[in-house]
């Protein structure tokens, strides 16, 4: 669809009449290389299309009389049609057995040894739960080769891919990327109907998306689930990542069908990005927003100044130019810090639905500190033993200062007005979010284009560390 120039894209569905050979989903990422493969291949072109389209649906909508209609969780104006509905029964069905698998009582040191049980009995229930809440039109496609492969056998490794680790008891970014590629692969299979643009997605985004986060913060409560690659102190969240685009999204400016995603500016009367560290805000703000609802979770679990134990998010809220520019930049830093990164994607398969084949649309990405993130085929270490991948990569990176004898500083130290300087209160690598190649997002899309979210922040912001009443509130 293409208006004015604009071009809409939306994920494909496969013609059934045409044919298709299903395949049993595998690894193809082992090493930094894989992952440049990845990130040119039909498979990564299929997730951001379906990422950014889900995104742009959860804009405010400028209505042809003028008025604005927002899309706050539990919004009375999105309907769910059939297909939704069903997949929330599927997702309290899995809540039930949380109930089903109670925690362990004895000690332990890490994630709670109940969380194997739980996700045994989900595996060995996982055919029946998707025959009960899924059209029997999507699960019996079946390859029109000799294979015998059903579109069934596919979703599966995505469905059991996103809900953790059984063997590490931990859950992760790569885990919720499973989930959203699960939901990809129904959207692919014609498993829910069509409608005007973004009218059945913002029903996925506020009837799937957002119960199933629930769903897994209740798990991660429950059986105390680590974080799966976690970047410590200067990661955006332990957890979790696509509730911060959405939750932007839902604060930006109104846009009409047409229109282009805005750059800068907010929804008027949204609460300011600097809310965060308002737990009396954010407590409000959790049951109408994507966003504040993750950010609410993290002062459910933790403790101490907002500013100490989530840095980037205390960062992020300084930004003046409104939640257009978080959505954009959390979009770019989504395509970095995930999809980019190893630890992230090697376990994700490749299948027929989600394909290692070469896009050829697709730019090669230049090489760099993302996809050099994990081990290397053949070659030898260089002299001096093995280095951290930023100590080397980040001198000559553009926004990322060199290292220095105090250590990594986060990316947006050397932004600050002149004369100030944040302190360093962690040794943990710093992400490297200014990085992020956004001509490899694919073509028609309103990528992020723009420079590090370091510039917009205000000279007059305190650094983190430094006195306040609102930087200094604590989680209740």
Known sequence: ???????????????????????????????????????????????MTFLLQLNRSMFPSEQPDGTLQTWPLNSEAVQFSAPVRNLQELLSKLES????????????????????????????????????CLSPDVLRQRSSDSSGYTAKEE???????SWGSPQRLDYGTGHELSFLAFLAGVWKLNGFPKADSGVEERAIVLGIIEPYLELVRSLIRTYTLEPAGSHGVWGLDDHSFIPYIFGSAQLSPAISQYDRVPEEGSLPGAP??????????????????????????????????????????????????????????????????VLSKFPVVQHFPFGS??????????????????????????????????????????????GVPPMGPS?????????????????????????????TDTSRLPPGLMAPTS??????????????????ADIQTKAP
């Open 1 to 47: 669809m293409a208006v004015e120039g604009l071009s809409l894209r939306v994920l494909p569905t496969l013609d059934t009449s045409a044919g298709h050979t299903f395949m049993e989903p595998t690894k193809k990422i082992h090493d930094h290389e894989d992952v440049s493969k990845f990130l040119t291949s039909k498979a990564y072109t299929d997730i």
């Open 97 to 132: 057995i949380i109930q089903e698998v109670p925690p362990d009582t004895g000690p332990r040191r890490f994630g709670n040894v109940s969380f194997r049980k739980w996700y045994k009995v989900v595996e060995s229930r996982a055919s029946e739960l998707l025959d009960e």
């Open 155 to 161: 979703l599966m490794a995505y469905f059991l891919g």
């Open 272 to 337: 300011a990005p600097s809310a965060v560290v308002k737990a009396n805000i954010v407590e409000r703000q959790r049951k109408m927003n994507m966003y504040f609802s993750a950010i609410g979770f993290i002062y459910d679990v933790k403790r101490g100044p907002f500013w100490e134990h989530s840095p980037m998010l205390y960062d992020i809220s300084g930004i003046r130019a409104g939640w257009a520019k978080i959505n954009k930049g959390m979009i770019k830093m989504y395509n970095a810090e």
């Open 353 to 398: 639905l989600f394909s290692w084949d070469h896009d050829p649309n697709a730019i090669p990405p230049p090489s760099s500190i993302h996809t050099a993130s994990g081990p290397r085929t053949g070659g030898n270490e260089p002299a001096g033993g093995t280095q951290a991948p930023w100590a080397t990569a980040s001198a000559g990176m553009r």
């Open 407 to 435: 250590g990594t500083v986060a990316p947006w130290a050397t932004a600050r007005a002149e004369g100030t300087q944040a302190p360093i209160v962690s040794r943990a690598p710093a992400p490297s979010t200014t990085l």
């Open 451 to 468: 420079a590090s979210w370091a510039q917009y922040r205000p000279s007059n912001r305190p650094a983190a560390g430094s006195s306040g």
